[in-house]
């Protein structure tokens, strides 16, 4: 299922966060969000999972106007990883994954036998079925991340949207994460922090800046060292990853060197 943002705007106390933001996800495609903080990233996907409503302009999944779909009919199409996604009760996580069932359950429905088995392989797909009998406020912050992440893939949407998934995750979870979202054959939108796993997890990244689109297309069209430095301020020097091709960036911290940045006044 595509995922269209059309001339998508957000004004909130006469500040526009979101200008005239138009971008495709293709079905089945994982698409980078990127810019630099405040650049109206979460903005926009929160949009999308319906924690805003936008000012003006639409968010479709498929043909669908999300803002219209009833809240069920929208949480069945649409899973989210916000931000600051919580759970502030104690539930084991067995419980919490399973909360990913609710948008299809009617009140106190029990859950069916194929319903606690997607449970089981999601958190067995995540690295936390060890974990199920824990309560989700022992963990760590990383195995949290993955709580939700298993939570918003038991919802089993046609559209995920993710803003900085790998937030609190060591290397190798970052890597498994990332290459899961890639093999899961879902619509991906997602918001990341660094430039080199997005270079490797996606195929488009859309680049924003002060709540606007500066471009989009392949890693290779985007991640220049030009575009790089115009709307990061940093110039970094990029090389093509030796197994994949894929752009690298590479950025020196030595103070007396040309790429560094900047020194703060």
């Known amino acids: 299922m595509d995922l269209t943002l059309d001339q998508l705007s957000v004004v909130t106390d006469g500040r526009a966060l979101v200008r005239d933001l138009s971008l495709h996800v293709g079905s089945g495609t994982v698409v980078g969000l990127v810019g630099p903080n405040g650049s109206g990233k979460s903005t926009a996907l929160r949009c999308i999972y319906r924690a805003l409503k936008p000012s003006a302009g639409t968010v479709r999944a498929g043909e669908e106007d999300l803002v219209r779909l009833p809240p069920r009919q929208g949480a069945q199409l649409v899973a989210a990883l916000a931000q600051d996604g919580a759970v502030d009760l104690d539930f084991t996580v067995a419980e919490a994954v399973a909360l990913g069932r609710a948008p299809h359950l009617r009140g106190n429905q029990a859950l069916s036998a194929r319903e606690r088995e997607l449970c089981v392989r999601a958190m067995d797909r995540l690295g936390i079925g060890h974990l199920a009998g824990r309560g989700v406020l022992t963990l760590s912050g990383g195995e949290r991340q993955r709580v939700l992440l298993a939570r918003a893939l038991v919802q089993e949407p046609r559209i995920l949207v993710l803003d900085e998934p790998t937030n609190h995750l060591d290397v190798r979870h970052q890597v498994e994460l990332l290459s899961q979202l890639r093999g899961s054959g879902l619509t991906v939108l997602v918001v990341l922090h660094d430039l080199n796993l ?23 069209e985007v991640l220049t060292e030009d575009l790089v430095e115009d709307v990061f301020g940093v110039r970094p020097t990029v090389v093509p990853h030796p197994k994949s091709g894929v752009p690298q960036l590479l950025y020196s911290i030595h103070p007396d060197s040309e790429e560094s940045s900047p020194s703060c006044a």
Do not use: E, F
Not at 198 to 217: E, F, Q, W, Y
């Open 198 to 220: 997005a270079a490797g997890a996606c195929d488009r990244i859309g680049v924003l800046s002060a709540g606007r689109l500066v471009t989009a297309g392949t890693p290779q």
